[in-house]
């Protein structure tokens, strides 16, 4: 069993759409982060959360401690919204994040 | 914040031959990682790359294939070796100072 699941693995949307995704984990973390991945491999730090909710601009990231989730909103989805969203947790025997295989998220005009 | 600057952002390379790639911090950085991610895999870790020290490597990399450099706490260097096609992914550069990740750009690469 992988330690960060993420879902769905894919999500097609049309523009306005408000979008979640889903991030599950199965290890013990002190933070956890979603990350952005554009198509050339580029990645950009969105969120670091350990605990609550954070918001910026039209993205919202929550997580729930106890119950090891956190999900990622995307309020009024718009074409360049299209990418692939990364979940990682620290939690690598080396202090190392622990990704998860990421969420293709495609927004339709 | 830490910006990762990460070179070169792409990449193809004959079979046989070995590419660097660097990255360099604008502030000096706990922690300095490298990850490979593999087509249609996630990110997996390939060592820790420690200053003026050998890195750590996890578990199915070694250094003769993957020889990472650290000469200070900004800047790492990683060497994929004697690349054959199974090497074309993409590698990324990552640094902590235990209160933030921050992330290169990545190396797209892709070996014919």
């Known amino acids: 069993k992988n330690e960060v699941e993420q879902s769905p693995q894919n999500l097609t949307a049309q523009e306005g759409e408000f979008i979640t995704i889903n991030c599950s984990y199965s290890?013990?973390?002190?933070?956890l982060h979603w990350l952005q991945q554009h198509p050339g491999g580029g990645i950009v730090s969105l969120f670091m959360?350990?605990?609550g909710k954070k918001k910026h601009g039209r993205l919202i990231a929550t997580i729930n401690i106890q119950e090891k989730h956190s999900s990622l909103h995307i309020t009024a989805s718009h074409p360049r919204d299209s990418a692939v969203y990364i979940c990682a947790v620290w939690g690598g025997s080396q202090g190392n994040l622990i990704f998860g295989k990421g969420t293709k998220l495609s927004v339709k005009p | 914040s830490a910006v990762i600057s990460q070179k070169p952002s792409r990449d193809i390379c004959q079979r046989g031959t070995s590419l660097t790639i660097q990255c360099q911090v604008d502030s000096q950085v706990t922690m300095m990682f490298w990850y490979r991610q593999q087509p249609g895999q996630s990110l997996t870790l390939i060592a820790t790359?420690?200053?003026?020290?050998?890195?750590?490597?996890e578990s199915g990399f070694v250094i003769d294939k993957f020889p990472i450099s650290r000469p200070n706490l900004t800047f790492s260097t990683l060497t994929v070796s004697n690349m054959s096609p199974e090497d074309s992914s993409i590698y990324l550069c990552s640094a902590t100072d235990y209160t933030e990740a921050f992330f290169g750009q990545g190396t797209r690469l892709t070996v014919v």
């Open positions: 290890v013990g973390i002190s933070a």
């Open positions: 790359a420690n200053q003026g020290s050998e890195a750590t490597y």
């Open positions: 959360l350990s605990s």
